[in-house]
């Protein structure tokens, strides 16, 4: 498995650093967050070092997706206060990434928590809509390479 040595989440995932692990398998790892947004904040982490989205396979991915999920259920289940559930992914500094190791964090929510998302959610005219939308199709088909 890919391995970054000075990395933490390679570390945790390897058994090089202490972490609350909820559970694991031989391509992922689940576990506690060392700054929880709420009680139960969880960690989704393959095992292997992929930086970001643009690293990371798409199986991979789809198996972070499926234990997010499990986990999120599982969540609403604990007696941990949960009447919702937050998937967050930052990739890019820009996206306020802090571990360069990519990771899906997976946290309850409720009535008064503290997590908030402040942006600008004005309701956009259309053709600012079709030319955003034109723009990522371009980008989906360099990602598809030439017809």
């Known amino acids: 498995?890919?391995?970054?040595?000075?990395?933490?989440?390679?570390?945790?995932?390897?058994?090089?650093?202490e972490?609350?692990?909820?559970?694991?398998?031989?391509?992922?790892?689940?576990?506690?967050?060392?700054?929880?947004?709420?009680?139960?904040?969880?960690?989704?982490?393959?095992?292997?070092?992929?930086?970001?989205l643009e690293?990371?396979?798409?199986?991979?991915?789809?198996?972070?997706?499926?234990l997010a999920h499990r986990l999120g259920r599982?969540?609403?289940?604990?007696?941990l206060r949960c009447a919702g559930v937050n998937l967050f992914l930052a990739d890019g500094a820009a996206a306020f990434q802090e571990v360069f190791h990519f990771h899906l964090h997976v946290f309850p929510r409720f009535p008064g928590d503290s997590f908030r998302l402040v942006a600008d959610w004005r309701v956009r005219e259309r053709a600012h809509l079709d030319a955003v939308a034109d723009s990522v199709r371009r980008g989906l088909a360099a990602l598809d390479g030439p017809a």
Not at 22 to 48: M, N, R, S
Not at 74 to 79: F, V
């Open 74 to 79: 599982a969540l609403r289940r604990s007696d």
């Open 19 to 52: 972490a609350s692990v909820v559970c694991e398998d031989e391509h992922l790892i689940a576990f506690a967050d060392l700054q929880p947004v709420t009680p139960g904040h969880l960690l989704v982490v393959p095992k292997t070092h992929v930086v970001g």
């Open 55 to 66: 690293d990371l396979p798409p199986e991979t991915g789809a198996r972070v997706w499926e």
């Open 1 to 17: 498995m890919g391995n970054d040595e000075a990395c933490v989440f390679c570390a945790i995932a390897h058994g090089r650093a």
